[in-house]
């Protein structure tokens, strides 16, 4: 999945050079432009009222070389330029891809420090990410999944990826969906829809679904409630498939999510 936002932003593709292609977007007198070719991105430069304040290659540590090219998904853009944490000033978001099947979608924050920019930066894996403000308050929370389930019980196709929210403050990214409760219940009621339809099936297919619910609510404090109702389902000869399944399913399944923090 690929999550998009509306920025305010400008495609340059004329004063990029020969080969090469830019994006622009602004905001209460910041802006950015990246130049990138089909490759990577080759020069990031911010400016303040004008006068510019970086002016460099981005470097994301997790991509290696020759580096992520900036997202290529319609409608997310490569740059966006918003106060991430109220402060009043302005933050670059640059989003960018590893390339590969299922992976990366990362994010670069460059966050003005009175001199100059500094980056940080979070990978979101396959899932990506959206900004949106869920609580109202007017900072945007970074709304994703938690990509650690993919293939982790059963085909990636049939991975079931509970709800997560980060949220973005002096520079750091902070997990803090349990804030979020009526997000989780959402998503957990979504994932137990999922789980029913599936569990007549007997080659763990239904697997997925029935961890991503089980994560919500263990987020929501109800570990005991949802062991008890899985146990009955291995009981009632569901929960089948290859590997681990059954009660056995349950357990493996319970020590991944505390091991995992929920």
């Not at 050079?17 to 080759?42: C, H, L, M, R, W």
């Not at 470097?59 to 998904?73: A, E, K, L, M, N």
């Not at 990366?104 to 100059?116: H, L």
């Not at 146990?231 to 569901?238: D, K, P, S």
């Amino acid at each position: 999945m690929r999550w998009l936002l509306l920025t305010t932003a400008i495609f340059l593709a004329a004063a990029a050079p020969a080969g090469a292609k830019t994006f622009s977007a602004e905001q209460d007198g910041v802006q950015a432009t990246i130049t990138y070719n089909k490759t990577t991105a080759t020069n990031l430069t911010i400016t303040r009222n004008g006068a510019t304040a970086f002016d460099a290659k981005p470097t994301i540590r997790q991509c290696g070389d020759p580096g992520c090219v900036p997202s290529g998904f319609e409608g997310d853009p490569p740059l966006r330029v918003l106060d991430l944490d109220g402060d009043g000033q302005p933050e670059v978001v640059y989003s960018a891809y590893s390339g590969g099947a299922h992976c990366c979608s990362i994010a670069q924050v460059y966050r003005f420090d009175g001199t100059t920019y500094t980056a940080s930066e979070q990978n979101f894996w396959d899932p990506g990410f959206r900004l949106k403000d869920l609580n109202h308050d007017g900072r945007p929370e970074w709304l994703t999944a938690d990509d650690a389930f993919a293939y982790r019980f059963t085909a990636y196709a049939f991975s079931g990826l509970p709800v997560q929210v980060f949220s973005y403050r002096a520079g750091r990214f902070t997990d803090v969906t349990r804030r979020f409760r009526s997000l989780i219940r959402s998503d957990a009621r979504r994932w137990l829809r999922v789980y029913k339809r599936a569990r007549h099936l007997k080659d763990g297919t239904e697997f997925g679904a029935a961890a991503a619910w089980a994560a919500d609510q263990y987020q929501l404090g109800k570990r005991a409630a949802a062991l008890r109702y899985l146990r009955r389902e291995a009981r009632a000869g569901r929960l089948k498939g290859p590997g681990a399944h059954g009660t056995k399913f349950v357990k493996v399944l319970d020590h991944f999510l505390r091991k995992r923090g929920y």
